[in-house]
């Protein structure tokens, strides 16, 4: 299974996913940029990314505590998402995101 | 101007878990603690991001939440009598003549100890800044990221923006003082407390206040002074709100701040330390908890824990060079058992 991750400078990385895992967990256990402070509690938004459009209507759809923390996310768009709640699946196989930005590590 | 000065033991950088837990290892020793905290509140992240958020990995609880942690902490502490330096970031480190450290906050808060210790986990909590251009030439000036005293917005013309419960709250208590006041957010839906967001449509359907959905693109205005924002709403034409004065409420989130100009060795923004103390490259300054690396570090509370109780065993020799360290049990030892007021609950 791979995702396909855009990071803040443009570039595409194709990274190995495991079933379950927190698309969050994923971009981070390769080391890219993010800076996901709460670690995954959906407390934070630093984990903001854009959803490709291809895959939007694949996710479970975001609950409210999800559309809560956007709020203090940047450059807020529709497709966008934390993606400390999108859960790896068989599904997602392929899946398409760009890291949004506000997200950097210090 | 007279300075708020104190003389203590141990000054903790950092009120979370870790710099809380570490103030029992200390008074265990007999060791006295102040501590310096930029939030409003103690428990660091647990209280200020997952408050209500359950944790399934603090030895002894199957679950428990990052709120009744820290009020256990906080009730676990207690005997101890620690002091709190609550809403002032630690902002520089000075060595003393006599060989002790003299912490300052950016309140003017002047602490003397021959032990620091930061477990300030992932740094200080600072307001988020918008990504909108030009926005550093009005900082300090018109736009605003916090508000002290309220006196200063006496009869500006304000546009608030957020949707939590700080922009509410200061909307609803700027709007008796001020000029004008409006409010801006990206959706019609708040993650506010209900009460502020009736009470604030109520002030708009009085025509008291504005309501804006949308997001700030533009500032406009001159030499600091702001006069106007570009609010673009979701597929609608963008338009011009005047304003005066811009407080943007978007969250918190966590920069090492003033720590990193504290002369200490930094590896990626983490400070390292050596796992038999807990000590930093400079004597006298350990670091504890998420802030803290060294090989084979997890950032778990557990660890923190622990490395909390080593650092005290060697702050002990620094603050009593004379005495002899005995290590003793709390559930065997009845002058520990003392100091933990034992006899007093019993009784």
Known sequence: ?106 | MTKNKHKTDVIIIGAGPVGLFAVFELGLLDMKAHLVDILDKVGGQCAELYPEKPIYDIPGFPVITGQDLTDNLMAQIEPFSPIFHLQQMASSLKKLENGNWELSTDFDTIIEAPVIVIAAGGGSFMPKKPNIPRLEEFEGTSVFYSVREMKKFEGKNILVAGGGDSALDWTLNLEPLANSMALVHRRSEFRAAPDSVSKMMKLVNEEKMDFHVGDIKELHGLNGRLNSVTVHPKGADAYRVECDTLLAFYGLTMKLGPIAEFGLNLEQNLIPVDTEKFETSTPQIFSIGDINTYPGKLKLILSGFHEAALMAQQAFRYVYPDKKLRFQYTTSSSSLQQKLGVDDKAA
């Not at chain 1, 995954?40 to 854009?50: D, E």
């Not at chain 1, 209507?57 to 409210?64: P, V, Y």
Request: hydrophobic share 35%; glycine share 6%.
């Open chain 1, 1 to 106: 299974m791979q995702i396909y991750v855009t990071d803040q400078e443009g570039k595409e990385h194709a990274l190995d996913a495991i079933e379950g895992w927190r698309v969050m967990e994923i971009i981070k256990d390769h080391g890219l940029p993010l800076k996901a402070e709460c670690g995954g509690a959906c407390c934070c938004a630093t984990c903001h990314v854009y959803v490709h459009e291809d895959w939007i209507d694949k996710l479970f759809d975001m609950r409210d505590d999800e559309e809560d923390m956007l709020d203090e996310a940047m450059e807020v768009e529709d497709n966008s998402r934390l993606s400390c709640q999108i859960l790896m699946s068989e599904d997602l196989d392929g899946l398409k995101v760009t890291i949004a930005p506000g997200t950097e590590p210090e």
